[in-house]
């Protein structure tokens, strides 16, 4: 018996021991031929409880579960590929540009509030709170959302639909705001609850449309965060210097309502969607892999790796500034890191489906250590500012190798991949929330006029923090090497 069919054989076992499941569990039985390659073509009533990485695209045999017995069959979309799997990537890339663009694109705002009134007489630290806030929680709360929408899986869609209302709402307020405490309670809190429940599909489904081939398409998707983050600073700067915040925020709410509105309508399941039974008991969460272990590891790469980006994705217009360069120089390397960073991101998700991810973390983490220190330490013009920021962008790939991690731990353990990938974005989300905070405290603004040693501008510290963590990084994904050296790596697509 092979390993994908005793995880399965294990899955339906734990589905039998509840009652509400065993006629499920059967259906699942009578609809599946183990010595069969060709089950894209699966019982109808039998939908979602096994996760989908337990066989590989050409055994689909992860369905869900209902109530009832078996139905007709239905032809379902080819997985890696298809008009299915396209729509997906480009509504993906959609959300990626403008949620995590803008977020991104959030020093430029920052840069602009605390130089214009009624925001100028707040601190760096709290202004950045607006930003990290939202990034936190779009990092943090998928976790709880994809167990919910487990649990609603008819409501996913509708819940999306009312997310972006409450978005484009908060947003549209804001401009109104004038303290940044209300900022952070209509951009950072409300949008980025908002925000992460718009995001949460994007999880799921792409556990759905791509299997062998999940690394290269989450690097495509991530690479709409770079992309986003390029342009959008422009964008941005541009709207704010000649309408101000208040239009400048009103038409920003506009454009995102132009965009993701057809967005949501193009992001669609492959499976079909069922709705449970009333009453229907939540299914218990499996975090069997954290008892794996690469597990500790694994979270630790993802939350030092997150403590060493943001405070220069943050503070990167501010060191700009300090080095006596324009407020167009200073959105251009923005842009150059986030660009870098897109090309980072496509190149990291399509190694890691071809080498171990442990590799990939090693590299990250050390190579973005040494241009801290060598390239940042030392830069003190915009041509050595521009280069450091692509250098540093290129390796910032590390999300689009969560994927496949997600997807080798699950292999092994009787847990969601999905699950998986969720839980490391909390830690990463915990680490947007720390790294710009302690970036703020170690800045120290009496110095911006220091140009003469390492460490320019009052942000040694900032740049010993940013070093560490990274090296922190990549000490811990060679942990990963050493605690399962024999760790598969992902099969060439074909």
Same mark, same amino acid.
């Given at each position: 018996?092979?390993?994908? *069919? *005793?995880?399965?054989?294990?899955?339906?076992?734990?589905?039998?021991?509840?009652?509400?499941?065993? /006629?499920?569990?059967?259906?699942?039985?009578?609809?599946?031929?183990?010595?069969?390659?060709?089950?894209? &073509?699966?019982?109808?009533?039998?939908?979602?409880?096994?996760?989908?990485?337990?066989?590989?695209?050409?055994?689909?045999?992860?369905?869900?579960?209902?109530?009832?017995?078996?139905?007709?069959?239905?032809?379902?979309?080819?997985?890696?590929?298809?008009?299915?799997?396209?729509?997906?990537?480009?509504?993906?890339?959609?959300?990626?540009?403008?949620?995590?663009?803008?977020?991104?694109?959030?020093?430029?705002?920052?840069?602009?509030?605390?130089?214009?009134?009624?925001?100028?007489?707040?601190?760096?630290?709290?202004?950045?709170?607006?930003?990290?806030?939202?990034?936190?929680?779009?990092?943090?709360?998928?976790?709880?959302?994809?167990?919910?929408?487990?649990?609603?899986?008819?409501?996913?869609?509708?819940?999306?639909?009312?997310?972006?209302?409450?978005?484009? &709402?908060?947003?549209?307020?804001?401009?109104?705001?004038?303290?940044?405490?209300?900022?952070?309670?209509?951009?950072?809190?409300?949008?980025?609850?908002?925000?992460?429940?718009?995001?949460?599909?994007?999880?799921?489904?792409?556990?759905?449309?791509?299997?062998?081939?999940?690394?290269?398409?989450?690097?495509?998707?991530?690479?709409?965060?770079?992309?986003?983050?390029?342009?959008?600073?422009?964008?941005?700067?541009?709207?704010?210097?000649?309408?101000?915040?208040?239009?400048?925020?009103?038409?920003?709410?506009?454009?995102?309502?132009?965009?993701?509105?057809?967005?949501?309508?193009?992001?669609?399941?492959?499976?079909?969607?069922?709705?449970?039974?009333?009453?229907?008991?939540?299914?218990?969460?499996?975090?069997?892999?954290?008892?794996?272990?690469?597990?500790?590891?694994?979270?630790?790469?993802?939350?030092?790796?997150?403590?060493?980006?943001?405070?220069?994705?943050?503070?990167?217009? &501010?060191?700009?500034?300090?080095?006596?360069?324009?407020?167009?120089?200073?959105? &251009?390397?923005?842009?150059?890191?986030?660009?870098?960073?897109?090309?980072?991101?496509?190149?990291?998700?399509?190694?890691?489906?071809?080498?171990?991810?442990?590799?990939?973390?090693?590299?990250?983490?050390?190579?973005?250590?040494?241009?801290?220190?060598?390239?940042?330490?030392?830069?003190?013009?915009?041509?050595?500012?521009?280069?450091?920021?692509?250098?540093?962008?290129?390796?910032?790939?590390?999300?689009?190798?969560?994927?496949?991690?997600?997807?080798?731990?699950?292999?092994?353990?009787?847990?969601?991949?999905?699950?998986?990938?969720?839980?490391?974005?909390?830690?990463?989300?915990?680490?947007?929330?720390?790294?710009?905070?302690?970036?703020?405290?170690?800045?120290?603004?009496?110095?911006?006029?220091?140009?003469?040693?390492?460490?320019?501008?009052?942000?040694?510290?900032?740049?010993?923090?940013?070093?560490? /963590?990274?090296?922190?990084?990549?000490?811990?994904?060679?942990?990963?090497?050493?605690?399962?050296?024999?760790?598969?790596?992902?099969?060439?697509?074909?």
């Amino acid at each position: 018996m092979t390993q994908p *069919q *005793q995880l399965l054989d294990a899955k339906l076992a734990a589905a039998a021991r509840s009652s509400a499941a065993v /006629t499920a569990a059967a259906a699942i039985s009578a609809g599946l031929d183990s010595s069969s390659s060709n089950v894209n &073509t699966v019982p109808a009533a039998v939908y979602e409880l096994v996760d989908m990485d337990a066989h590989s695209s050409s055994s689909d045999a992860l369905v869900s579960m209902t109530a009832g017995g078996a139905g007709s069959a239905s032809e379902l979309p080819p997985v890696d590929r298809g008009r299915g799997a396209i729509t997906f990537l480009i509504a993906a890339f959609i959300f990626e540009f403008i949620l995590w663009g803008y977020a991104g694109s959030f020093g430029v705002v920052q840069l602009y509030l605390s130089t214009h009134p009624p925001f100028d007489e707040s601190s760096l630290a709290s202004i950045g709170a607006v930003g990290t806030t939202s990034n936190g929680l779009y990092f943090m709360l998928p976790f709880f959302l994809v167990l919910l929408s487990r649990r609603y899986p008819h409501l996913v869609r509708t819940a999306v639909w009312l997310a972006l209302a409450v978005n484009l &709402t908060s947003l549209a307020a804001s401009s109104f705001a004038q303290s940044v405490a209300q900022l952070v309670v209509l951009q950072g809190i409300i949008g980025g609850i908002s925000g992460a429940v718009l995001y949460v599909p994007i999880i799921i489904y792409l556990q759905e449309w791509f299997s062998e081939r999940r690394g290269t398409a989450s690097g495509i998707i991530f690479a709409g965060t770079g992309l986003g983050g390029c342009a959008l600073p422009f964008l941005m700067s541009f709207l704010l210097e000649h309408y101000g915040f208040a239009w400048a925020t009103r038409i920003w709410a506009i454009m995102c309502a132009a965009t993701m509105g057809p967005a949501i309508y193009m992001l669609r399941p492959r499976l079909p969607v069922v709705k449970p039974a009333p009453f229907t008991p939540f299914a218990p969460v499996d975090l069997s892999f954290l008892t794996n272990r690469v597990a500790v590891p694994l979270m630790l790469t993802a939350f030092l790796a997150g403590l060493s980006w943001f405070p220069v994705s943050v503070m990167i217009p &501010t060191f700009t500034a300090a080095a006596g360069s324009s407020a167009f120089s200073a959105n &251009t390397v923005l842009s150059l890191l986030n660009i870098a960073s897109t090309l980072g991101g496509v190149l990291f998700g399509y190694l890691s489906d071809r080498v171990g991810y442990s590799w990939l973390f090693i590299v990250i983490g050390f190579g973005e250590g040494l241009f801290a220190v060598a390239s940042w330490g030392t830069a003190s013009t915009l041509t050595s500012i521009m280069g450091f920021v692509v250098l540093f962008g290129l390796l910032s790939g590390h999300t689009s190798v969560w994927n496949s991690a997600a997807r080798d731990l699950a292999s092994t353990t009787s847990s969601d991949a999905a699950v998986i990938f969720s839980s490391m974005g909390v830690v990463r989300g915990a680490a947007c929330l720390i790294g710009p905070l302690v970036a703020a405290a170690l800045y120290d603004p009496s110095l911006a006029k220091d140009g003469s040693s390492w460490g320019r501008f009052g942000f040694k510290g900032i740049m010993v923090w940013v070093a560490a /963590t990274s090296f922190a990084s990549g000490i811990a994904g060679w942990g990963l090497g050493v605690l399962q050296p024999s760790a598969k790596k992902a099969q060439k697509p074909r």
